[in-house]
């Protein structure tokens, strides 16, 4: 059984940093594509980033680049979203996914992962 426990967020201030942690269990990074989405209040759920299970290849939303990073801790089977130069609009719930995906992970949206966290709130304040 997958299961996927996110933990991390929290408040802060406009241009702060959070590190968002995503434990998994169940399956391993080599097979399946892991990603972070976020959802405001009155908004669809978006991706944020992602990594693909075949070549490990990355990718960010253009709201996010340059400012988040992912990465994977296969040791620990556990994913990581280290989130910098925070902004209000970055406030949201955000969710760790993941699942078999036959392309790179790019190609997919939220409703095509069938695996999810919980969820954790993140807030950034002006």
């Known amino acids: 059984e997958v299961q996927l426990v996110e933990s991390g967020g929290g408040l802060v201030q406009t241009g702060g940093s959070l590190r968002l942690s995503c434990a998994a269990s169940?399956?391993?990074?080599?097979?399946?594509?892991i990603g972070w989405f976020r959802q405001a209040p009155g908004k669809e759920r978006e991706g944020v980033s992602c990594?693909?299970?075949?070549?490990?290849?990355?990718y960010y939303a253009d709201s996010v680049k340059g400012r988040f990073t992912i990465s994977r801790d296969t040791a620990k089977n556990t994913m990581y979203l280290q989130m910098n130069s925070l902004k209000p609009e970055d406030t949201a719930v955000y969710y760790c996914?993941?699942?078999?995906?036959?392309?790179?992970?790019?190609?997919?949206?939220?409703?095509?992962?069938?695996?999810w966290g919980q969820g954790t709130q993140v807030t950034v304040s002006s």
């Open positions: 169940g399956f391993t990074f080599d097979d399946y594509a």
């Open positions: 996914a993941a699942d078999r995906l036959a392309l790179s992970c790019r190609h997919y949206k939220y409703y095509e992962y069938n695996n």
């Open positions: 990594i693909s299970s075949h070549d490990g290849s990355t």
